[in-house]
């Protein structure tokens, strides 16, 4: 392990932006993190960055600090009845660790299929899609604490799990390296098929009773349909988070536009479907010089080719303020802007 100099971060990153780490040090095993802490590196480079697969961050310049790039991997599983422990190193692939489980009849990923990243990222923003959310399933995770160059474990309830949040993208941000996710899933798991589009489709494939494999399977072909594939044109999944509205600016909102794709949270608030919001405002599919938005999603911004995070910044902040004139509502990133620009 050593720290190498001016890493270009263009295969680091699934939008594919040009971008330069000063520093960059590649994490194989825990122990190069306490020899970095050993070396003074984190009192060095204080607002260090962890990098994981790179699917949900835009890289809008070069990193003067130091990137560091997690490549802790293994999966292992502990049985317990029908219980299944699973702890997988932070630097597997995310989708890989979905297969592995898939493959063994563990239940509980599922749904999570084919979401691009490394599990290391996976509890920082709490990834979702079709009815499961990674705090379902997350039992605990090992962490490396900087501060003290220890290492600590952390319970579902030390993480306060939100809709795409959690504290290690505030309190700890910057404190805690994740090292390994433990999760608790089951031999005898029901398989979530709540969310309509995975209903539709297996009716449509005519499965009645699907297995976990089923809905793996579902959950990829609507994923492959809606979304561009990363690795052949760049882009970072859904650019902004769904945004949640009180229950009267909804039904102001809904007096105008009767057609709106909402969802209730809670008894107070509604979440609002923002690639609605850019679609209505005349923007899914549509090119600006290098950047875009996808034709089946709106809510995901693409590189066309070349784009530089600068570009694809300017063109998400174009939607943000046109979103706000048409709805009265701001939208939030809910990918990382790295490095961090004064006005974002
Ligand atoms: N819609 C439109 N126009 C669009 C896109 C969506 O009208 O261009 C409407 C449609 O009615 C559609 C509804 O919005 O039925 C919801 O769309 P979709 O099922 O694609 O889900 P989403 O709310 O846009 C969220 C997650 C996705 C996740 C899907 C499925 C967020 C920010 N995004 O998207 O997660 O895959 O649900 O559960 O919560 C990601 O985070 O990167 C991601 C892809």
Redesign the pocket.
């Known amino acids: 392990m050593y720290i190498k100099k001016d890493v270009s971060l263009k295969t680091y990153n699934t939008f594919g932006v040009d971008a330069k780490a000063n520093y960059f040090v590649e994490i194989a095993e825990e122990d190069d993190l306490e020899k970095l802490h050993e070396e003074g590196a984190f009192e060095r480079f204080k607002d260090f960055f962890i990098l994981g697969g790179g699917s949900?961050t835009l890289f809008v310049a070069d990193v003067e600090s130091l990137v560091v790039h997690m490549g802790i991997r293994y999966v292992k599983y502990d049985e317990l009845g029908n219980d299944v422990y699973i702890k997988a190193g932070a630097g597997v692939i995310w989708n890989d660790l979905v297969n592995y489980c898939v493959d063994r009849g563990f239940g509980g990923v599922e749904?999570l299929s084919l979401?691009?990243g490394s599990v290391g990222a996976a509890p920082v923003?709490n990834?979702?899609?079709?009815?499961v959310e990674l705090q379902d399933v997350f039992y605990s995770c090992r962490a490396f604490d900087v501060s003290s160059g220890t290492f600590v474990t952390l319970n579902r309830n030390d993480c306060s799990f939100a809709?795409?949040d959690s504290v290690f993208k505030h309190q700890y941000r910057g404190r805690y390296i994740i090292t390994e996710v433990n999760l608790l899933l089951s031999k005898e798991s029901k398989p979530n098929i709540t969310?309509?589009?995975i209903s539709a489709e297996l009716h449509r494939r005519n499965i009645q009773e699907p297995t976990i494999r089923d809905v793996s399977q579902v959950v990829s072909a609507?994923?492959v349909h809606?979304?561009p594939d990363p690795t052949m044109i760049g882009n970072?999944?859904?650019?902004?988070?769904?945004p949640i509205v009180s229950k009267g600016m909804y039904e102001k909102l809904l007096s105008n536009f009767v057609d709106i794709?909402s969802y209730p949270v809670g008894d107070t608030h509604v979440k609002i479907?923002?690639?609605?919001l850019?679609?209505?405002c005349g923007w899914?599919g549509i090119k600006k010089g290098p950047v875009g938005?996808?034709k089946?999603?709106?809510?995901?911004l693409v590189n066309l080719g070349n784009a530089t995070g600068i570009d694809v910044y300017g063109f998400s902040e174009e939607i943000i303020d046109m979103v706000d004139s048409k709805f009265g509502i701001r939208l939030e990133r809910?990918v990382n802007i790295v490095p961090l620009l004064a006005k974002y």
């Open positions: 949900n749904n979401i691009p923003q990834i979702g899609a079709y009815g809709y795409r969310y309509g589009a609507i994923r809606k979304l970072s999944g859904s650019f902004f988070k769904n794709v479907a923002a690639g609605w850019i679609e209505k899914k938005t996808w089946n999603q709106a809510l995901v809910e």
